[in-house]
Nanobody
Framework: QVQLVESGGGLVQPGDSLKLSCVGF????????VAWFRQAPGKEREGLFC????????YYRDLVLGRFSVSRDNAKNAAYLQMNALKPDDTAVYYC?????????????????WGQGTQVTVSS
């Protein structure tokens, strides 16, 4: 079964850092654009970034610029979301999603496969 699995979430304090991972199973991420979304309680799921096959990054919104960054390691079949200087407003379930060959627009229906999400809670 084709699957994406996120990990690395948890409960942290404001100012802390976390690195989320997204690993593909029966899915070779090398051939996919990998995006990161998040969904805060009571809010719509919003896109943050998409990293293309060659490492180019499409920014869906700039609200986390300077604090969050994305990367990928095709040898490990994984993509990563590095989150620094976390704030309580960053509390959300974080999802990765993939689209074959490229990074699409933020429209969620354009993605082929989604992970189950990992919870990030920022609280003192």
């Amino acid at each position: 079964q084709v699957q994406l699995v996120e990990s690395g979430g948890g409960l942290v304090q404001p100012g802390d850092s976390l690195k989320l991972s997204c690993v593909g199973f029966k899915l070779n991420l090398e051939y996919y654009g990998v995006a990161w979304f998040r969904q805060a309680p009571g809010k719509e799921r919003e896109g943050l970034f998409c990293i293309g096959r060659g490492g180019g990054i499409m920014y869906y919104r700039d609200l986390v610029l300077g604090r969050f960054s994305v990367s990928r390691d095709n040898a490990k079949n994984a993509a990563y979301l590095q989150m620094n200087a976390l704030k309580p407003d960053d509390t959300a379930v974080y999802y990765c999603a993939v689209r074959h060959s490229s990074c699409p627009t933020e429209e969620k229906s354009e993605f082929d496969t989604w992970g189950q999400g990992t919870q990030v809670t920022v609280s003192s």
